[in-house]
Nanobody, 121 residues
Framework: QVQLVESGGGVVQAGGSLRLSCSVSGGVLTVIRVAWYRQAPGKPREPIGGISNEGAANYKDVAKGRFTISRENDDTTVVNLQMDNLKPDDTGTYYC??????????????WGQGTQVTVSS
C-alpha cells in the first residue's frame, strides 16, 4: 500500500524558513507527480505547486517567489518544499499528494497525513 509521510513542520517566526519533506513508499513502481497543498484553519485546501517525475516544477501564485519544490538527489520518491520569507498567512496544515503506478502496475493517488506549520508574527 502506497504511503506518504510529510515531515519538517514546526513553529517559525515571520520572515523565517522551513523545509518540508514528502517521502513516498510502499510498493511504488513510478511516481509521476508529487504536489503540495495547504489548508488554513476554516479554509478549504489549496494547491501550492508540484513537480513531475522529470523534475519540472510549477507553482501557484501563493508560492511564487518564496517557495521552491525539488526532489532529493533526483529521487522521485522524496520531494521537498522549501519555504522562505514565511508570513503568518502561511500558517496551516501542509499536505503532499502523489500519483503514479504501483509495482502491480495499478494507478494510485495518495495523500499524506499532513504536517503543521505555524508562523508567528
Amino acid at each position: 500500500q502506497v504511503q506518504l509521510v510529510e515531515s519538517g513542520g514546526g513553529v517559525v517566526q515571520a520572515g523565517g524558513s522551513l523545509r518540508l519533506s514528502c517521502s513516498v513508499s510502499g510498493g511504488v513502481l513510478t511516481v509521476i507527480r508529487v504536489a503540495w497543498y495547504r489548508q488554513a484553519p476554516g479554509k478549504p485546501r489549496e494547491p501550492i505547486g508540484g513537480i513531475s517525475n522529470e523534475g519540472a516544477a510549477n507553482y501557484k501564485d501563493v508560492a511564487k517567489g518564496r517557495f521552491t519544490i525539488s526532489r532529493e538527489n533526483d529521487d522521485t520518491t522524496v520531494v521537498n518544499l522549501q519555504m522562505d520569507n514565511l508570513k503568518p498567512d502561511d500558517t496551516g496544515t501542509y499536505y503532499c499528494k502523489a500519483d503514479g503506478r504501483t509495482i502491480s502496475r495499478q494507478p494510485y493517488m495518495t495523500w499524506g497525513q499532513g504536517t503543521q506549520v505555524t508562523v508567528s508574527s
